[in-house]
């Protein structure tokens, strides 16, 4: 996903989408891709999200090789799909937990206005 700031956040996927291989991070495009390019090979991975999208040229310049970028699916489908195939992982809309990958803009003038003199 497109993280603004020049940065996505980026995690990598089992090719049946269930199963996390890297966990989340927030980091510019390139950062990432040297990162994972030490565990796996990038030309089999499919870069799937709006921070793919917006960031394609990067992704292209890195992975050496043929590179599938796509746009985000439709999610409410695929949604209502995991939660019918597998009921165990549905939860109520009021307990769905947000993954907080890095500080918000707030935390971060906060932590700066801190430190300042």
Avoid: C
Wanted: charged share 20%; no cysteine.
């Amino acid at each position: 996903m497109d993280a603004q700031r020049g940065e996505v956040f980026a995690a990598l996927y089992a090719a049946d989408g269930r199963d996390l291989l890297i966990p989340a991070v927030s980091a510019v495009p390139t950062a990432v891709l040297k990162t994972w390019a030490g565990t796996i090979d990038l030309t089999q991975v499919t870069f799937i999200g709006d921070g793919a999208i917006h960031h394609a040229d990067a992704i292209m310049n890195e992975v050496a090789g043929d590179v599938r970028v796509l746009p985000p699916p439709p999610l409410a489908g695929l949604i209502g799909q995991i939660a019918a195939e597998d009921p165990a992982r549905a939860v109520l809309p009021h307990a769905i937990v947000p993954i907080y990958v890095r500080k918000s803009d707030a935390e971060l003038a906060r932590a700066r206005r801190t430190v300042a003199p």
